[in-house]
């Protein structure tokens, strides 16, 4: 596409655009006229009116690029993504973090995502436990590395994990610790597989710096290790699902009603040893491909296992999803099974959205998440009849906006040069293609698509505002404009848009609730947020300040 197609595009910019009677040009204008002119003129390229051109294009959005410091972001750190979001779901590796004792603790338990330890023989679960070196000045002053080989040891002798990962937070990059060493030293003594991650939160731009590092971690320590080739039918792994409030139990009772096999999950309800020997299945499914698409390529690359988009948040995308699995396996007794698992469990969740429909049709909702859900819970609004007004990203890249068909032409600035990219050639003896080109050309003639994902733009309504990296203040413009039924971000947000008046959804955690995926999820989907949308309480929702301005104040010394 490129240069041409994208100025084409761009000129949607130019011309009124409308949403909900509004000039959405206005709109933005509204949002962005308090800054000064320079932050004002990199908001207006991360602030974009939708537009898809007959052709299936969409307008440039500017995205995965630093935050003006001052704005209030909802992004969180590289360390964040690797430690927490990546590796973090893994029950039986020990995780510690090298640093000071806040960044380990504020990073455990705070992301729901469960875990299941009687699927592996020996029962390990170490989520419950935070484990950190706890620097201090001490270490500061003089190196941590002692006392990372020391934490390590101490680990070891309470638990005899199967592994080890050590995480580094800004400290270890600024006093230069070389954890990858230590870590190299340990693996030798303890003959257990001990790996490190340079995952300083200072890294990149946002947590997906951290994604991109731990999946290289990964692949480089773990994916390979066992060659083992498990019992079983139509062997997947499904790669971004990280089992928040119990998602891939849901989408797990599925798979094996149908009767496909997950090798691996990368890495809700996961174990070690399922990662090592992932390269053995057949076909990677990606769920979130903004945290983890590059272990399916390096994996595609090394080992010939060919990667799709699948989405198992809304029902009907769960429907296709697993139809898209039964195209590739090419089983007619696999296509039937999957059949009979979709007729078997549609109608409740039909009678559950014809249930709640009359209450939900046409309300509004805004979507401020992650680099991912933002774009797949709009299904699961749409199955409401609820509409999207309004969406964004905290961290994805333009491919997770406008389509993986733009990566060419992403820019490569000095934040992304920092983190690195892995030279990956076949395998040796163990690359094996599993399906050779005419196979795979047939499928794509047949509409599977193979290593593609068309973004979130393509799927949304003309008009759209689409906005990367909200800030507090956006978030607070579009709130008195718009009045949306819902806004959906996380636990920073909730308790500022809630005093609006304005219910929020928690879909990072699911506040308490879930699962969401899947087809159960879908029902438990539709009630909570028929809930949401239609309590009263919103309406009684005053602050002191908003029932009686001519609160008086004196100064203390008056
Ligand atoms: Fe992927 Fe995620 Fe998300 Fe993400 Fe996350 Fe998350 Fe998320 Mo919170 S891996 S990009 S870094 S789907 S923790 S499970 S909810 S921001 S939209």
Not at 407 to 414: C, E, R
Request: glycine share 8%; charged share 25%.
């Amino acid at each position: 596409m490129a240069t041409a197609a994208n100025k084409k595009n761009n000129l949607c910019d130019n011309e009124p655009c409308e949403l909900e009677g509004l000039d959405a040009q206005e709109i933005k204008k509204k949002l962005i006229e308090k800054y000064p002119p320079k932050v004002a003129r990199k908001r207006d390229k991360q602030i974009v009116v939708n537009r898809i051109d007959p052709d299936g294009k969409v307008p440039v959005i500017q995205s995965n690029v630093r935050t003006v410091p001052g704005l209030i972001s909802q992004r969180g750190c590289c360390y964040a993504g690797c430690k927490g979001v990546v590796l973090g779901p893994t029950r039986d590796i020990i995780n510690i973090t090298h640093g000071p004792v806040g960044c380990g603790f504020y990073s455990w338990l705070t992301r729901r995502n469960q875990t299941d330890p009687d699927t592996t023989s020996d029962g390990h679960n170490f989520m419950p436990y935070c484990f950190t070196t706890d620097m201090q000045d001490q270490e500061i002053i003089f190196g941590g590395e002692k006392k990372l080989k020391l934490a390590i040891q101490e680990a070891y002798d309470n638990f005899h994990p199967k592994a080890i990962a050590v995480f580094s937070t800004c400290p270890v990059g600024l006093i230069g610790d070389d954890v990858h060493a230590v870590c190299r030293e340990m693996k030798a003594k303890l003959n257990i597989n001990v790996f490190g991650f340079s995952c300083e939160g200072y890294k990149g731009v946002s947590q997906s710096a951290g994604h991109h590092i731990a999946n290289n971690g990964i692949f480089t320590h773990v994916v390979g290790n066992d060659d083992t080739v498990r019992e079983g039918e139509y062997k997947v792994n499904m790669l971004g699902e990280y089992n928040i409030g119990g998602d891939a139990f849901e989408i797990e009772r599925i798979f094996d009603d149908c009767g496909i096999t997950m090798i691996s999950t990368f890495s809700g309800n996961s174990s070690i040893d399922k990662f090592a020997n992932s390269h053995t299945a057949d076909l990677n499914l990606i769920m979130c491909h903004r945290s983890i698409n590059y272990v399916a390529e390096m994996m595609e690359t090394k080992f010939g296992v060919p990667w799709i988009k699948i989405n198992f948040i809304g029902a009907e995308a769960t429907a296709k999803s697993l139809r898209k699995i039964a195209q590739y396996f090419e089983d007619p007794k696999l296509t039937q099974r999957v059949e009979e698992v979709i007729a078997a469990e549609l109608p409740a969740v039909q009678a559950a959205a014809a249930e709640v429909r009359p209450r939900t049709e046409g309300k509004r909702a805004m979507l401020f998440v992650g680099g991912s859900r933002a774009h797949h819970y709009q299904e699961l609004f749409k199955e409401m009849g609820m509409r999207t007004l309004s969406a964004g990203y905290e961290f994805a890249h333009r491919d997770d906006y406008e389509g993986r068909e733009v990566l060419p032409t992403i820019k490569v600035d000095a934040d992304s040069r920092n983190i690195q990219e892995l030279a990956i050639k076949p395998d040796e003896t163990r690359f094996n293609p599993r399906k050779n080109k005419e196979q795979m050309k047939k499928l794509e003639g047949q509409g599977l698509e193979f290593s593609e994902y068309d973004g979130m733009m393509p799927e949304m309504d003309q008009g759209a505002l689409v906005i990367d990296d909200i800030s507090q203040w956006e978030t607070e413009r579009m709130i008195s404009i718009f009045k949306p039924d819902i806004f959906c971000a996380g636990i920073k947000e909730k308790y500022a848009v809630q005093k609006h008046g304005i219910p929020l959804k928690q879909l990072h955690s699911y506040d308490y609730g879930g699962p969401y995926a899947g087809f159960k999820g879908a029902i438990n989907f539709y009630h909570e947020i028929d809930r949401m949308v239609n309590s009263r309480v919103w309406g009684y929702l005053k602050a002191p300040w908003q029932k009686n301005p001519e609160l008086a104040a004196t100064y203390a010394y008056e």
